[in-house]
């Protein structure tokens, strides 16, 4: 949305800072807020800036995008903000500006080569990795061209975290689930993040095209940021699909309460679970991936103290891990220093993103940790399929 | 003023990362949420230790550069928008719980712990104890509510935030470390006297007189249950009796009054609110039964309060920022006024009738400190920030109620630079002398919070 669009609604932040806290005020839960101090670093000082910026009371300058840009878009204030009028708007809000930032040339260079390298031909993902059009994956599966579902991968699995993919490939087949895979693009996640929308309506436009050419009225998607993506901004950019989206901890849990699979062997490990913001605080999804944990045979689950809408980000959305890669990192430690007190041997999450980088602080900090998507933690069960 | 080398200088002192001269930061810190018009400031520095907060006053000292210091900001009165420019010092990095003494019952803070950080602290870690919060947003200062004479829902049993402070530490405006209280001679923080009590200069001053660099709060025991108790009238004369009624008795925690033009049903009404607490719910039926026939010989009516308004004022702190919202503009300024009791009715009759002049919706307010010693009352003006000719209404409104409050013999509460100026005006010349004297001895470089209780 154009930052124009919240001309009515912007000026109504008071600064008054509930946004920086848990719900109950035990700390500070805006990790960029928390790292930087500043009230510009709080959602109310951004708020304020952006206001400003849009009144011509203050300018442009790298110091300003540099506060636009540390936010990992974690939604911690959409949460806590009291202001029910406008609180789901801050982060949309974050974005948009960014969206102005661009425009005005101040996109900070390391985000300029998340759309640098989306919109080369050569990609068409933010990694600079070779596209792949997923054929020999579908071949290596047996995976027809038309099918119910349609597993999205993500960039992020798709070239950084394979173990995860092939989990999600694995078990869903299984599960026994009619699904195809296509010759994705990037979602657009990382750009519509970092305000670089130009390519966006087009790249939609495409994945929906492949997602149409199967036939299949269902995607399922194991990336926190696709599923976001796919579920709230395409709906915002007016793409017309007829499609419903779900995370696969979502299906998964379906399955398990239909009685579709069960799991038929024991895993004896104590698990907390990062919630990913992504599909956390932007998608009220926080009980489909608690159900499913607690489903795991011979698991020992412990829950953080900051969970669900308290949950401390992990750092690396928003453009966070590309732009501050230190400071994602640092982030990410906070997150493990929290899980350490849990006594938990594995840190499980839903999202690859998440996984990267709690794997990357984990191993950074020595923490010891065993990081593993939730679909990876299925692929050491017996999953038995059954025809319902 | 040679900025280059005072950056660098701060930027020792604290770090490159905790002092900024960028228009940024120079941009948000010159404004607060209330209807201050915007000031401008030079460096927005935040100290993370007491060396360094005297390392910086030192250096303003040698700079003859001024120094606001900041907790949550969020006085409404631009107090911490500097008046002649400066260093605004952004307490928030000095966050240390350092004790909770549970059987002396205080907290030793440094002066940037949040209230809304305190209070969670107790109730995860001493759940038998609490403190005395103001319905302000989690985000303000302990300290800086304290130092401001704030007042919360203990105020009715204990007094205002002020007077529950046992010590403070204080980098004075030369640099020098201070102690006062009990923390002066002894290792416990738990008393202010009895010795000569200087804590009250820095109390309502405004920062003026040193930094608090530490403090110590009072704690109090916590019952199990609270609830509370509404009640229903209409005319302002019963006022008096009625409160100095329901004070007579041991049986309430806080009372607030409220009149609110919206929704419409509770325009004609002013209502009180009574917390009663306790530990069983007999307890609190017995107290809700006497104080519904204390209403009722008194001239108001009980009313069960609907839910949502139950769960609203039972919230701790309230979310009185909701006000900031009533025009749509993110914006709202109160005057808070310390009246005695006998002057509350006509306070409110004309804080009513200021609204009604302004096109605002009548919202007042009042709280009971002690029992019946003050009772502030609180008149909030909302405006809409997008809207310039709205914030001035707003200020309008705020000075003529200032003047309302002075001429019925009340003072305005945290005021802000022209409150401060009218009640210099008005004050025993004597009061000033001694005022400036004091100032001027503490600060002959005049670095602390200049323009502040300015006596020329
Ligand atoms: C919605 C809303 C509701 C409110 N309700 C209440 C209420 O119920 N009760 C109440 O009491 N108040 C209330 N307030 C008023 C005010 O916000 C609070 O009193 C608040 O606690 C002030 O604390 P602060 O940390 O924001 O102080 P600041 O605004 O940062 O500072 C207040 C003053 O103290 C000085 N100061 C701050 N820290 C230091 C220090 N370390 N050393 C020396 N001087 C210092 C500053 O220079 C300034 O003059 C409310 C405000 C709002 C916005
Ligand atoms: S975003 Fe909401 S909670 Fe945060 S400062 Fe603005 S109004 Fe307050
Ligand atoms: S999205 Fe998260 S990091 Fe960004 S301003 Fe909101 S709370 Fe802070």
């Not at chain 2, 060396?51 to 006085?75: H, S």
Request: proline share 5%; hydrophobic share 35%; with cysteine.
């Amino acid at each position: 949305m154009d930052l124009d669009e919240f001309k009515e609604i912007i000026h109504r932040c008071f600064r008054c800072g509930y946004c920086k806290f848990t719900h109950n005020y035990s700390d500070f839960n805006c990790p960029s807020f928390d790292k930087y101090k500043f009230e510009s670093f709080s959602t109310g000082g951004r708020m304020w800036l952006i206001y400003a910026l849009m009144n011509k009371e203050t300018e442009w300058s790298e110091r300003v995008a540099n506060i636009l840009y540390s936010c990992p878009t974690c939604g911690n204030c959409m949460e806590n903000c009291r202001f029910e009028k406008f609180n789901t708007f801050l982060v949309d809000i974050i974005e948009a500006a960014r969206a102005r930032a661009v425009e005005s040339g101040f996109c900070p260079e390391r985000q300029k080569t998340l759309l640098e390298r989306t919109i080369n031909p050569k990609y068409y993902n933010p990694y600079g990795e070779p596209n792949t059009n997923n054929e020999d994956l579908k071949q290596k599966y047996n995976l027809p061209n038309q099918a119910e579902w349609v597993y999205f991968i993500g960039c992020t699995s798709n070239y950084r975290q394979q173990d995860l993919r092939d989990a999600t490939l694995k078990l869903l087949k299984s599960a026994g689930i009619s699904f195809t895979l296509i010759d994705e693009h990037c979602c657009t996640s990382p750009l519509i993040r970092t305000g670089q929308i130009e390519p966006v309506e087009e790249f939609m436009n495409y994945n929906i095209e492949r997602i149409q050419e199967t036939g299949a009225k269902k995607v399922i998607t194991s990336c926190a940021g696709c599923c976001r993506t796919l579920k709230v901004d395409f709906k915002k950019q007016d793409i017309k699909m007829d499609i419903e989206v779900l995370h696969t901890s979502e299906l998964i849990n379906h399955l398990l309460k239909e009685g579709k699979i069960t799991f038929d062997s024991e895993i004896n490990k104590i698990i907390t679970y990062h919630d990913p913001c992504h599909i956390g605080r932007h998608l009220g999804l926080y009980d489909a991936p608690r159900e499913v944990y607690n489903n795991i045979p011979g698991i020992d689950f412990r829950e953080m103290e900051r969970i669900k809408g308290d949950s401390w980000c992990c750092g690396a959305g928003g453009g966070v891990k590309i732009g501050y890669p230190d400071w994602a990192l640092e982030i990410s430690k906070e997150r493990l220093e929290q899980a350490k007190k849990t006594g938990a041997q594995i840190i499980s999450s839903t999202c690859p993103f998440c996984r990267t980088n709690l794997s990357d602080a984990n191993i950074k900090f020595a923490m010891g940790f065993e990081i593993l998507d939730l679909v990876e933690i299925l692929d050491k069960i017996q999953i038995t399929a059954h025809k319902k | 003023m040679n900025k280059e080398k005072i950056l660098s200088e701060l930027q020792k002192i604290v770090g490159n990362a905790f002092v900024s001269n960028d228009p940024a930061e120079l941009y948000i810190y010159s404004i607060d949420p209330g209807a201050s018009k915007p000031r401008s400031v030079n460096f927005v520095v935040m100290p993370a230790s007491t060396e360094e907060v005297q390392a910086i006053v030192k250096l303003a000292n040698e700079y003859k550069i001024p120094i606001v210091p900041m907790g949550g900001g969020l006085t409404l009165s631009g107090l911490t928008l500097p008046v002649k420019g400066g260093i605004v010092m952004d307490m928030k990095r000095m966050n240390k719980i350092v004790e909770i003494n549970k059987l002396s019952r205080y907290a030793l803070l440094e002066a940037g712990v949040t209230t809304g950080r305190l209070q969670a602290y107790l109730d995860k870690n001493y759940p038998e104890l609490q403190v005395s919060v103001p319905d302000a947003p989690p985000s303000v200062t302990v300290a800086g509510n304290a130092l401001i004479n704030g007042s919360g829902f203990l105020t009715h049993q204990h007094g205002d935030h002020g007077a529950m402070i046992n010590g403070l530490e204080i980098v004075l405006p030369n640099g020098e470390l201070c102690k006062l209280g009990s923390c002066g001679l002894s290792d416990y923080w738990f008393s202010r006297g009895p010795i000569p009590d200087l804590i009250g200069l820095y109390t309502s001053s405004f920062g003026i007189m040193g930094i608090v660099t530490k403090l110590s709060i009072k704690l109090y025991p916590k019952p199990k249950m609270r609830d509370l108790v509404f009640g229903l009238f209409k005319k302002t004369d019963i006022i008096p009796n009625l409160l100095y009624k329901v004070t007579s008795t041991d049986l309430v925690e806080d009372i607030l009054l409220g009149i609110q033009g919206k929704p419409d049903w509770m325009a004609d009404y002013i209502f009180i609110i009574s917390y009663i607490t306790g530990n069983t719910q007999d307890e609190l039926d017995k107290k809700e039964k006497k104080l519904k026939k204390m209403y009722r010989k008194n001239g108001a009516r009980f009313m069960k309060a609907p839910p949502r308004l139950r769960d609203a004022f039972l919230e701790k702190p309230q979310f009185a920022a909701n006000a900031a919202d009533f025009r749509k503009g993110g914006g709202f300024e109160y005057v808070g006024s310390f009246f005695p009791l006998e002057k509350v009715p006509e306070a409110i009759e004309e804080g009513v009738k200021i609204s009604e002049k302004y096109g605002i919706v009548p919202t007042l307010g009042a709280r009971i400190f002690g029992a019946t010693h003050t009772v502030m009352v609180f008149f909030t003006y909302a405006f809409n920030r997008a809207d310039p000719d709205d914030i001035q209404n707003a200020r309008d409104a705020l000075k003529e109620t200032n003047e309302i409050t002075l001429k019925l013999g009340g003072i305005p509460w945290k005021g802000e630079l022209e409150a401060q100026k009218m009640i210099l005006e008005k004050i025993d010349p004597q009061y000033k002398n001694l005022l400036k004297t004091i100032k001027n001895h503490l600060d002959p470089n005049g670095i602390m919070n200049p323009g502040n209780w300015e006596v020329n």
